[in-house]
């Protein structure tokens, strides 16, 4: 009786990647860094959500939320920091997966999209610099007019 093991398939490597001119290994490594920062931490707050759906959802394949388990899991997210706009917005995509019979790990890149939790915007960081050196500017002006004084 002859025993069979399963063949190994070895990695994938880039065969003489030390060769590559400098260009395309600075490109391969801001590829790497890019990928890296664009996973989906276990503990994100999009993803725990995401679970949390999933384990609410009734009705197999139909994908079903009552009213009230929908409202409770949106005041959940807004305790994790996430906007109700968003916590809906991973509610449908969650029930989106369900109704494709796709694992909910398979709704990471959508996830992405959403904005994490806490953070704000580039557009509210411009106006928080602009109002600062406004307020500088004024300061300033202030202090000279009364040393001129």
């Known amino acids: 009786m002859s025993q069979t093991r399963p063949m190994h398939t070895p990695a994938l490597r880039l065969v003489r990647a030390h060769d590559l001119p400098e260009p395309a290994r600075t ?44 409202r409770s899991l949106v005041e959940a997210a807004q305790g994790k920091g996430l906007r109700p706009f968003d916590a809906n917005l991973i509610i449908a995509v969650v029930q989106d997966a369900v109704r494709r019979e796709a694992p909910v790990s398979s709704i990471d890149p959508t996830l992405r999209v959403i904005p994490r939790p806490g953070r704000a915007d580039a557009a509210s960081w411009a106006v928080w610099a602009f109002a600062g050196v406004a307020g500088l500017a004024i300061f300033a002006l202030l202090v000279a007019m009364v040393s001129a004084g």
């Open 27 to 70: 490109a391969r490594r801001d590829i790497a860094r890019e990928n890296h920062e664009a996973a989906l931490a276990a503990d994100d707050a999009r993803a725990a959500f995401a679970v949390e759906v999933a384990r609410a959802i009734e009705g197999g394949k139909a994908a079903l939320l009552r009213p009230e388990v929908r």
